[in-house]
């Protein structure tokens, strides 16, 4: 066995309970894949909502392992390593629908480019989607599985 790991440098991420995933799809060898979204079936009429997503670098792994709570820790996950999100409407009290604004990113210095908490209070994603980003985030950024 080769001693190293995969590097993933960029992941489209799709949420496990999106609609536009067919049944019987196996999301679990998605997961496995980390995340390779040629492992997913869609339904014909409709487009999934895809996070783009990065891994999180050495200092933000660490800046991450040193806040004080798990949420704390998703939370700076997402904003470090989210880059992109397609798909994504939301919708205003009238029930008229929009597109999510283009991400807007701010420089941290050692920490790199984060999203903006502003637009992540505009895009009011609910916490059980910005968690399972977060995971999946996570998940890209360790070791995934041996080279051989």
Known sequence: MAIGRRVVLSARFVLSGDSAIKDGCDYD???ESCFDIEKL???AD????IFHI??????QRMHMHGVPSAIDGAWF???CGLE???NYLLQDASGNDSALPPIVHQSKGDLGRLVSLDWLEQAAFPT?????????????SEASRPLS
Do not use: C, H, M, N
């Open 54 to 59: 990065k891994p999180l670098t050495v200092e």
């Open 41 to 43: 079936e869609f339904k």
């Open 84 to 86: 992109k999100v397609d």
């Open 128 to 140: 059980d989607q910005w968690i399972e980003v977060a995971g999946a985030i996570s998940r890209i």
């Open 46 to 49: 409709e487009k999934p909502t």
């Open 29 to 31: 060898a998605y997961r």
């Open 77 to 79: 996950a997402l904003r």
